[in-house]
């Protein structure tokens, strides 16, 4: 079974702060763990934004 891991934050944030969650999401999907968050805006949908570019669904 794969490692979840659940990323939240607020729904507005920093560019720098996107950066961080895109990148973050991108490394945990690219070494196999599911990421789960919300999704809808801010940190959420840049750790989502990063699974997905990682290999993660």
């Not at 891991?5 to 599911?34: F, H, M, N, Q, S």
């Not at 919300?38 to 997905?52: D, E, H, I, P, S």
Request: with cysteine; glycine share 22%; proline share 2%.
């Amino acid at each position: 079974m794969a490692v979840q891991v659940a990323v939240c934050g607020p729904g507005e944030c920093t560019e720098r702060e996107w950066d961080l969650a895109y990148e973050t999401g991108r490394l945990l999907a690219g070494r196999g763990a599911v990421v789960l968050c919300g999704g809808l805006g801010g940190v959420m949908a840049a750790a989502a934004a990063g699974a997905r570019a990682g290999g993660g669904t």
